[in-house]
């Protein structure tokens, strides 16, 4: 079964950084492209960075500059380098990948979400 496990949140003060991890696991054909999302309370789930198979990336602008967005493919695993971060930042920051199955289908996947609080 493939999963997507998320790691890195927690609690940090503002202008603090944090780097968030989301590895891929099981029987994969091919990861396409893959994600960061965040959905604060009350609030639509929303994209804050994204990165392609070979290696471009798009930034929500509220996080240009402030965030990167990386990947490792031979560990099948995406990152997010959190900088500057700030009270508005806290959310839940989810990992999405697109992927292609062993069957050749191609399908989402989400991680379970990780908690990240930006204290003033």
């Known amino acids: 079964q493939v999963q997507l496990v998320e790691s890195g949140g927690g609690l940090v003060q503002a202008g603090g950084s944090l780097r968030l991890s989301c590895a891929a696991s099981g029987t994969i054909f091919r990861i396409n492209d893959m994600g960061w999302y965040c959905q604060a309370p009350g609030k639509q789930r929303e994209l804050v960075a994204a990165?392609?198979?070979?290696?471009?990336?798009n930034y929500a602008d509220s996080v240009k500059g402030r965030f990167t967005i990386s990947r490792d493919n031979a560990k099948n695993t995406v990152y997010l380098q959190m900088n500057s971060l700030k009270p508005e930042d806290t959310a839940v920051y989810y990992c999405?990948?697109?992927?292609?199955?062993?069957?050749?289908?191609?399908?989402?996947?989400w991680g379970q979400g990780t908690q990240v609080t930006v204290s003033s």
């Open positions: 999405k990948a697109e992927l292609t199955s062993i069957r050749r289908y191609d399908y989402a996947l």
């Open positions: 990165i392609t198979s070979d290696g471009s990336t």
